[in-house]
């Protein structure tokens, strides 16, 4: 179960980035995130069917990897922060911070897949 989570929480991150980097790159900036959000939660709520660990490691996977996949993808600093959403607006003036959150999230992630 936790391979299949872990799978399906990779591809969705994968995806979404891919979706997100092709709408940017066409010209199509995002005023608002709330469509995003909601998606974003609706897939964290369907991995809770598998239980609430697995929920809560993919939102923290997806929390540690997409902004990051998402600059990649833009060929963008791997840390960069855009203007648009409120997290970016909240983190730009506390990269340590950030930073914290991230690692902390990847490390979040990875011990529920391990103890779920």
């Known amino acids: 179960m936790i391979l ?10 994968l ?5 997100d980097s092709s709408h940017i790159n066409n010209g199509q900036h995002f005023n608002s995130h709330t469509s995003r959000f909601i998606q974003r939660c ?15 490691a993919s939102a923290l996977l997806f929390t540690a990897l997409f902004d990051g996949v998402l600059n ?7 840390f960069h922060l855009g203007n648009t959403a409120k997290w970016d ?3 730009r003036d506390q990269p340590g911070i950030f930073f ?15 103890y779920a």
Do not use: E, H, N
Not at 15 to 19: E, N, R
């Open 4 to 13: 299949i989570s872990s799978i399906i929480t990779l591809s969705f991150i």
């Open 15 to 19: 995806s979404t980035a891919w979706i």
């Open 42 to 56: 609706g897939f964290f709520a369907s991995q809770c069917l598998l239980g609430w660990k697995f929920g809560l």
């Open 72 to 78: 990649v993808m833009m060929d963008r600093p791997l």
């Open 89 to 91: 607006r909240f983190f």
């Open 100 to 114: 914290f959150v991230k690692v902390g999230s990847l490390i979040g992630s990875v011990l529920l897949y391990i």
